[in-house]
């Protein structure tokens, strides 16, 4: 449900002569976008707060929501032939709530903003505001890192954008590919020292494919902008990811594990975590070209108390179209008696009326039905 389809809405072609026999420049401008708007329901929402600031019960909550298939997009995409397979690059892109028509995060080009060139032989290099290099558990997660997904227990862990970004993609060598990325902090501090919203960020994963099987080992860091520190394992650690696809014909099997450790600390305030161990598995069944089903399991381990819990979902979707679906799904998470996790992809340290954590030792339950048009 997460493919990325776009649909060319206009191109201009330019002639230059810098050199005789120069190959002639040409220039395409993609536009694209989708939109995502559905029902749903939630049981498991915080009520209160008590004195302290904690939920006192629990609630169920029906609304109108717009992004539980899939974020609403609108993007540009350009590039320009400049010969000998090099090109330059640009991309443009704005994540919106259908519900309301607002924009979802700061800034206009709120999910990249970045220019680069690629080469054929050499690979694609592009600056700018972009996915942090985390994201890339998106193909292995059954549920393509939609709102209650892989991002869930770590919440948001593994979602983030980064500014600053230079990012390089490598060709493929024999079923191998690379990816690097390395954000600077722009700072006085190399990791960020308050004086900016960003610390520094780096990253980098290899992927091996074949017909069979896929699989991809992923190293990232993000760091505190205010301490340059790696101080939470939600949000400023490094995090080490092994994930796999198996691909059998109309079923494909996706598992991966994720480590998320902190640094130069003991305990966070409060007797927060300092390391978290992720794991999920799940397999989608194209059943006929049109409709699929899937299903899949996450679990996460958090120490110094923090508890575990484990996320089961099971989702559809069926294509009336080439560029419409509808999709649906359903998801529980079980807490243990010291964990509040909660089926959306949130940061808070603890639990948290305002932010939708369910009280800790309970569950949440949640379920969707939505449709997602491409243009």
């Known amino acids: 449900m997460f493919n990325k389809k776009s649909l060319l809405a206009g191109s201009v072609i330019a002639a230059t002569a810098v050199t005789p026999g120069l190959a002639e420049a040409q220039s395409s401008v993609q536009m694209y976008g989708r939109i995502d708007a559905g029902l749903e329901y939630v049981s498991g929402q915080p009520t209160g707060p008590n004195a302290n600031g904690a939920p006192t019960g629990t609630a169920t909550r029906f609304s109108q929501e717009s992004g539980d298939g899939g974020v609403s997009m609108f993007g540009l995409k350009g590039t320009e032939d400049i010969g000998g397979g090099t090109k330059i690059l640009f991309h443009l892109e704005l994540q919106f709530l259908a519900n309301n028509g607002t924009l979802a995060g700061a800034g206009l080009f709120n999910r990249f903003s970045t220019v680069g060139i690629s080469n054929d032989s050499y690979g694609t290099l592009t600056l700018g505001h972009q996915l942090f290099i985390s994201n890339a558990v998106w193909d292995f997660d059954p549920f393509g890192q939609s709102p209650w997904a892989s991002a869930s227990l770590v919440r948001g862990r593994n979602w983030p954008f980064t500014n600053n970004a230079v990012n390089y993609d490598s060709p493929k060598f024999g079923g191998f590919d690379f990816t690097g990325q390395y954000a600077l902090s722009n700072a006085t501090s190399w990791n960020g020292n308050g004086t ?87 397999a989608t069944w194209q059943v006929t070209p049109a409709f699929s089903l899937t ?65 800790k030792g309970h569950s949440q339950s949640g379920a969707y039905i939505g449709m997602m048009h491409y243009f």
């Open 196 to 282: 900016t919203s960003s610390g520094r960020n780096a990253g980098f994963y290899v992927t091996y494919t074949n017909s069979v099987f896929q699989v991809r080992g992923l190293y990232d860091e993000t760091r505190n902008p205010t301490t340059g520190k790696l101080d939470d394992p939600f949000l400023y650690s490094r995090e080490y990811t092994l994930a796999t696809n198996v691909f059998l014909g109309q079923v494909k099997l996706m598992a991966a594990y994720q480590a998320s450790r902190t640094s130069g600390i003991a305990s966070l305030t409060g007797g927060q975590p300092t390391t978290t161990d992720h794991f999920w598995g799940g």
């Open 295 to 359: 299903g899949a399991a996450y679990h996460i381990n958090a120490n110094n108390n923090g508890g575990n819990a484990t996320m089961y979902s099971v989702g559809a979707s069926y294509s009336l179209s080439k560029r419409t679906v509808l999709s649906t799904q359903f998801a529980t998470v079980r807490n243990s008696s010291t964990a509040n996790f909660s089926l959306f992809a949130i940061n808070p340290a603890g639990d948290s009326v305002a932010t939708g954590n369910p009280p």
